[in-house]
């Protein structure tokens, strides 16, 4: 059996938002942050494709097969306590840098009602 770490209660949801498009160190950049979650240690991590957005440049960004844009949004979720999720917001900020990404980070307060394996 893993171990795995006791989260419950109060906890915090980071989200980023980045283009599929942006790479980091020849992969992904949404790669590279879960990568980088996993190393780090964070309790959990889900990456989801948005279907339409617009942001920051007001550029409407769609799955459909001819949008205007091709680089659809990427929508990844982190959960964890609050210190950990404050610091390795940091990494995120940096590789974010590296790839010269727009983007979005924010921080929710959540409240965690199950963590754990499954058992079958």
């Given amino acids: ?3 795995i770490m006791n989260l419950s ?15 980091v160190y020849q992969r992904p950049l949404y790669e590279a942050i879960i990568y ?3 190393k780090y240690k964070i309790a959990g ?3 989801s494709k948005g279907i339409l957005s617009y942001g ?3 550029m409407l ?6 949008a205007l844009s ?6 990844i979720g982190l959960v964890d306590v609050d210190e950990r999720l404050s610091d390795f917001a940091q990494i995120i900020n ?13 921080m929710e307060k959540v409240d965690v009602l199950r963590y754990g394996e499954n058992h079958s």
């Fill in 1 to 3: 059996m893993s171990e």
């Fill in 9 to 23: 209660g109060n906890a915090r949801k980071l989200i980023i938002i980045v283009g599929e498009s942006d790479n």
């Fill in 36 to 38: 980088a979650a996993k």
């Fill in 45 to 47: 991590a889900t990456v």
């Fill in 56 to 58: 920051a440049e007001s």
């Fill in 61 to 66: 960004h769609s799955s459909k097969t001819f």
């Fill in 70 to 75: 091709g680089d659809i949004p990427v929508i």
């Fill in 94 to 106: 940096r590789l974010m840098d590296k790839a010269g990404s727009g983007g979005l980070i924010t």
